[in-house]
């Protein structure tokens, strides 16, 4: 079956860094558009970045442009999100995610946690 999982979070301080991975399975991962999301506590869950199928195409948020880079392993069948200069506000559940079918295909998040 179609599945996605995280792994990569955990407890940073400000202006560490983080490699966050979500390992693709059970469907076609190279023809497909993937991307990173977030949700922290309280708040909705919020657009982080995107990748082409390729990889040579990406988009990020302007929150985190600049300081994450999204990137992809075809061959892996995995996407990764580089984490750099990490905030207080960078601090959520991380998803990696597609739309398969006109369905919103996600995983169960990995926790990003940042002190100060």
């Known amino acids: 079956q179609v599945q996605l999982v995280e792994s990569g979070g955990g407890l940073v301080q400000v202006g560490a860094s983080l490699r966050l991975s979500c390992a693709a399975s059970?469907?076609?991962?190279?023809?497909?558009?993937m991307a990173w999301f977030r949700q922290a506590p309280g708040q909705e869950r919020e657009y982080v970045a995107a990748?082409?199928?390729?990889?040579?195409?990406?988009h990020y948020a302007d929150s985190v442009k600049g300081r994450f880079t999204i990137s992809r392993n075809n061959a892996k069948n995995t996407l990764y999100l580089q984490m750099n200069s990490l905030k207080i506000e960078d601090a959520a559940v991380y998803y990696c995610?597609?739309?398969?079918?006109?369905?919103?295909?996600r995983g169960q998040g990995t926790q990003v946690s940042v002190s100060s």
């Open positions: 995610g597609t739309k398969i079918g006109g369905a919103t295909i």
């Open positions: 059970g469907f076609s991962f190279s023809t497909y558009v």
């Open positions: 990748i082409t199928v390729g990889g040579a195409g990406t």
